[in-house]
């Protein structure tokens, strides 16, 4: 089993800032890619950012320039700063994890999902 506790998420007004945190725990052997997505109420989920074991980072288009994804090894947790924030940014936001157990089970989990608003 892999848990995944998100934090960070909250009310903001344009322009402002938050840090984003998922922290992973249980089985994992090895990390591989760990990533931001959100999905906005009526919409569908998008991929905001990802961050590979490289480290590599690709962003989605309307969030370059803005957001940071970064990831600590040592802590098995990914961020995601966010600045500049837009009301558009408004969403629940999940971090994904990619990752391999000891007996090299591959698994793919979701963190339960933290609510960013942007509004004035």
């Known amino acids: 089993q892999v848990q995944l506790v998100e934090s960070g998420g909250g009310l903001v007004q344009p322009g402002g800032s938050l840090r984003l945190s998922c922290a992973a725990s249980g089985s994992i052997f090895s990390i591989n890619a760990m990533a931001w997505y959100r999905q906005a109420p009526g919409k569908e989920r998008e991929l905001v950012a990802t961050?590979?074991?490289?480290?590599?980072?690709n962003y989605a288009d309307s969030v370059k320039g803005r957001f940071t994804i970064s990831r600590d090894n040592a802590k098995n947790t990914v961020y995601l700063q966010m600045n500049s924030l837009k009301p558009e940014d408004t969403a629940v936001y999940y971090c994904?994890?990619?990752?391999?157990?000891?007996?090299?089970?591959?698994?793919?989990?979701w963190g339960q999902g933290t609510q960013v608003t942007v509004s004035s």
């Open positions: 994904n994890v990619k990752s391999y157990s000891r007996s090299w089970t591959y698994r793919d989990d």
């Open positions: 961050i590979t074991s490289g480290p590599s980072t």
